[in-house]
């Protein structure tokens, strides 16, 4: 485990296929769990803490949530072990199965009773699989209690998306890595200016909604940067008069002040007049007149 650890979760098959992606791109800054009861999600999986539930012929919880909840609670001195450092879960999972319904709520709760502060990215069925839905709607509310931050991915708007980009939605699930990459990284390197978890935890602590956005653009648009972080795959997305806002804004070398305070701005504009703002900028080589946003935004 890193110190003042960061741990990337992956619960159920969709979760841990997330989970895997977007902790490739920060493993030096994070860790990885893989929760599933199906094995395949732990294959060449070199890197990770595998957590099998029940017993390992099985292939998943076949949309049986309670099934996953009783194997998650069992191993619990497990979690236990492997959550005492953890001061940051980023818990990726998709509700409507088995698994990810049953088990990430119980992840999340016992991570945020040791301490850590809770961010979980839960994608929902798709709209025309009524039946997950019901599964999904039914679990939310314990997830989001459970969680300091609790996004809702729409699997919809997440397929569209990639069908735009001609990728499969599956696999190519590029915001959820950009998403974990860019918090991990805001909160593991050494910045021009920096963040740190006791700022994440500032901004995550004001009553109301919150909400994470993340995009990529050219250095020179701040406002078109605004907008794509607003098209993204989130279910019911708002950010007009927040009371507090997180921004982490990465450029090339040859990014300049002016640069982002122009994309501070764009960022902050909708917020409520006495928002709490904590900014933060980094240089990335690999962001040539580029530059990377990533905010997390409460109070809502
Ligand atoms: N249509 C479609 N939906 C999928 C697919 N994979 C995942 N989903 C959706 O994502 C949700 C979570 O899927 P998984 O992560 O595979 O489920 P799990 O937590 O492993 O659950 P079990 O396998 O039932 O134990 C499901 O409820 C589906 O709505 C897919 O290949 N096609
Ligand atoms: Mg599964």
């Known amino acids: 485990m890193h110190d003042g650890s960061i741990l990337v979760a992956g619960v159920g098959g969709l979760g841990c296929l997330w989970a895997r992606r977007a902790h490739d791109n920060c493993s030096d800054y994070a860790d990885l769990l893989l929760v599933d009861a199906d094995e395949r999600s732990f294959e060449d999986a070199r890197h990770a803490h595998c957590l099998p539930l029940g017993d390992t012929s099985s292939q998943g919880c076949a949309a049986l949530p309670e099934l996953a909840e009783s194997h998650m609670r069992r191993a619990k001195q497990l979690t236990e072990q492997m959550l005492a450092p953890v001061e940051l879960l980023l818990l990726l999972t998709g509700l409507g199965g088995g698994v990810g319904t049953g088990a990430s709520h119980a992840l999340a709760a016992q991570a945020k009773q040791n301490g850590a502060l809770v961010l979980s990215i839960a994608a929902s069925p798709f709209e025309d699989q009524p039946a997950r839905c019901d599964l999904a709607q039914a679990a939310l ?160």
């Open 141 to 300: 509310p314990r997830l989001e209690e459970a969680s300091d931050v609790c996004v809702r991915l729409s699997l919809d708007r997440l397929a569209w998306q990639a069908r735009e980009r001609g990728a499969d939605w599956r696999r190519d699930a590029s915001w959820v890595e950009e998403l974990v990459q860019g918090i991990v990284l805001t909160l593991g390197r050494v910045g021009l200016i920096n963040l740190d978890l006791m700022d994440l935890r500032a901004v995550v602590s004001h009553t109301g909604e919150a909400t994470l956005l993340v995009a990529e653009g050219d250095a020179t648009e701040p406002e078109a940067l605004f907008r794509s972080a607003l098209a993204s795959p989130l279910a019911g997305l708002k950010v007009e008069g927040a009371s507090a806002c997180l921004l982490q804004i990465e450029g090339g070398r040859r990014m300049t002040v002016a640069q982002v305070n122009s994309v501070a701005d764009a960022f902050t504009r909708g917020l409520s007049d006495d928002s709490q703002v904590i900014l933060g900028a980094r240089m990335a080589d690999e962001l040539d007149g580029r530059m990377r946003v990533v905010a997390v935004v409460s109070g809502l």
